[in-house]
Antibody, heavy 120, light 110 residues
Framework: QVQLQESGPGLVKPSETLSLTCSVS????????WSWLRQPPGKGLEWIAY???????HYNPSLKSRVTISVDTSKNQFSLMLSSVTTADTAVYYC??????????????WGQGTLVRVSS | QSTLTQPASVSGSPGQSITISCAGS?????????VSWYQQHPGKAPKLLIF???NRPSGVSNRFSGSKSGNTASLTISGLQAEDEADYFC??????????FGSGTRVTVL
């Protein structure tokens, strides 16, 4: 059974860098494409980045200048770094799998999500 | 366009059918058959219900069905049950290879 688990600090100061890791268990990280999404409290979902080939990511244009994604195959993890955060970046952050069910970006498996608050 | 347009809320009685709309443009919903729907219970992660407009993943009840007409996609829940009370989001692939989500619909079972 494949599972995803996000981890990282729950509180980040404004202007600092948010760093999260998604650990994949039950499958090789090289077997699927992976993504990061987020959801501000009480609001809708927003995609941050999705993998379109192994190790290559397409970024949301509105966040692209601040986002870095990396993949560590030895640890079966992929990570998100979001720089220069503001209170608008407060959200539940999810990692998700594109399981290849459909034509484009079908997120069939999600992590439980982790709340990151940006506050001084 | 930053989000696809969904009704803020839809309600129905147990056993009834309800439909949630997801309005976009020819650059997203209307241009591709890559619309998916997600169900989200409070405090939980989203769950995939429908992909590629009308396909159900294994394990999803056949009470959930999807369709599309022009620039608007729809999710229908038939035989409404108490457990269907949740938020529902649509998502579409776009012509600029980005993804766009709907504003979300809260379903209430009366």
């Amino acid at each position: 059974q494949v599972q995803l688990q996000e981890s990282g600090p729950g509180l980040v100061k404004p202007s600092e860098t948010l760093s999260l890791t998604c650990s994949v268990s039950g499958a090789s990280i090289s077997s699927s494409f992976w993504s990061w999404l987020r959801q501000p409290p009480g609001k809708g979902l927003e995609w941050i980045a999705y993998m379109y080939s192994i190790g290559s990511f397409h970024y949301n244009p509105s966040l692209k200048s601040r986002v870095t994604i990396s993949v560590d195959t030895s640890k079966n993890q992929f990570s998100l770094m979001l720089s220069s955060v503001t209170t608008a970046d407060t959200a539940v952050y999810y990692c998700a799998r594109d399981g290849g069910l459909g034509g484009e970006k079908v997120f069939d498996l999600w992590g439980q999500g982790t709340l990151v608050r940006v506050s001084s | 366009q930053s989000t696809l347009t969904q009704p803020a809320s839809v309600s129905g009685s147990p056993g009834q059918s309800i439909t949630i709309s997801c309005a976009g443009s020819s650059s997203d919903v209307g241009g591709y058959n890559y619309v998916s729907w997600y169900q989200q219970h409070p405090g939980k992660a989203p769950k995939l219900l429908i992909f590629d407009v009308s396909n159900r993943p294994s394990g999803v009840s056949n009470r959930f069905s999807g369709s599309k007409s022009g620039n608007t996609a729809s999710l229908t829940i038939s035989g409404l049950q108490a457990e269907d009370e949740a938020d529902y989001f649509c998502m579409s692939y776009t012509s600029t290879t980005t993804l766009i989500f709907g504003s979300g619909t809260r379903v209430t079972v009366l």
